[in-house]
């Protein structure tokens, strides 16, 4: 299925203070690809990536218990694209599918972020991967630990540039403080979530890391699984993601949640309908124009189980500008969630 023809062209950002540019819209393997997408459909949600500029793609070791990145791989030789043209990320943090004591293949010891480099590297069938990120941070290993081995990735050419995902500030600023001391390379970018309905991590805490290390952001569930396209406002469509409740991760989710709070969130996200359609726009676009409004942002990481959502994601990168200051504030009266300014000088 080729593009539609009028779709926007892709713009690109920089990751941060590094000379890495990566698509405004890139995609992701958690699971959908090896998980409930069928590696046919998921080859054709990274082909219609492709063919709409998308040149980031972001997987981990996790996903599917490595089943994603064998997919994603499987798609990078099958189109045979040329390696230099994508920007190719992994996770690590939870390897404990590729072992039988997990006691080491879990965490961010300089064991396990070597090994699960290597593991990764082989399921992807690559020789590097252009972002190697800590999944989550290990607060019983040294930090020191963490930098060096993450640096000893990017020396021995397995990773270009290194991040971090669900850290808090603290954290990264501790990453910063020792690879400054130790004269090594820092984590260049931050993957947490960011949505209209998740924000205070990006518009808050991570304020002054934008200035003081040039922080970079890919941000993950920009629309939040799906709820902010819409799709969810007469119940939950067959097929979709929170019908697949053969998947631990989602059935948890929804008892984590519970009905009633579900409820509440749905008819919050029903408010935002008139706005798209007085925009000429689809709520998904609208959803993720609002997440790429904020320049502290390099990349929008989606999710997709169809060629036609990739396109219908990508219309976002031509909407941005549709979102003028009042448009902006409307969209905060709704969600009622903005974080407080932060406060330049007193
Ligand atoms: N670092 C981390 O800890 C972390 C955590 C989560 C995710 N991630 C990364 O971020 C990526 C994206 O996360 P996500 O999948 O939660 O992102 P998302 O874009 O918020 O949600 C994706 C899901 O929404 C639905 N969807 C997508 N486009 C749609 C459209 N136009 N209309 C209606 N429904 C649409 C699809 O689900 P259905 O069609 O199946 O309903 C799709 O699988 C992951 O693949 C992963 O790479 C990272």
Not at 234 to 252: H, K, Y
């Amino acid at each position: 299925m080729a593009p539609p023809e009028d779709l926007p062209p892709m713009t690109y950002r920089f990751l941060g203070r590094s000379g890495l540019q990566v698509s405004a819209i890139s995609i992701g393997g958690w699971l959908t690809y090896g998980g409930y997408t069928e590696q046919e459909k998921a080859h054709e949600c990274m082909k219609a990536a492709y063919d709409s500029g998308i040149n980031f793609f972001d997987c981990a070791e996790i996903y599917s218990d490595g089943k994603s990145e064998e997919v994603m791989g499987a798609a990078i030789k099958k189109y045979g694209w040329k390696r230099n043209d994508l920007v190719i990320s992994t996770k690590l943090y939870w390897g404990t599918a590729f072992g039988n004591n997990p006691v080491n293949n879990k965490g961010l010891s300089r064991k396990h972020i070597l090994e699960g480099m290597d593991a990764s590297l082989k399921r992807l069938g690559l020789d590097y991967v252009d972002v190697i990120y800590a999944h989550r941070p290990d607060r019983q290993t040294p930090m020191e630990e963490t930098v060096r081995a993450f640096n000893h990735l990017i020396n021995t050419g397995k990773a270009l540039y290194w991040g971090t995902s669900m850290w808090n500030a603290d954290e990264i600023a501790t990453a910063w403080r020792y690879a400054d001391k130790l004269g090594l390379i820092g984590p260049i970018v931050e993957q947490p979530e960011y949505n209209m309905l998740s924000r205070e991590r990006v518009e808050l805490e991570y304020a002054h890391l934008y200035r003081e290390v040039g922080l970079g952001l890919t941000v993950f569930s920009p629309l939040r699984q799906g709820l902010l396209s819409g799709k969810y406002k007469n119940g939950i469509p067959e097929g979709s993601r929170l019908a697949q409740n053969q998947v631990e991760f989602i059935a948890g989710w929804w008892k984590r949640t519970g009905k009633e709070k579900f409820d509440e969130i749905i008819a919050n996200i029903n408010k935002l309908e008139p706005i798209a359609e007085s925009l000429g726009i689809k709520q998904s676009t609208l959803a993720l124009a609002w997440v790429l409004k904020n320049q502290n942002v390099s990349s929008a990481i989606i999710g997709a189980s169809s060629a036609e959502q990739v396109y219908e994601n990508v219309r976002a990168v031509g909407a941005v500008d549709k979102l003028t200051p009042e448009i902006m504030d409307k969209i905060d009266e709704i969600l009622n969630n903005k974080p407080p300014a932060v406060i330049a000088r007193y």
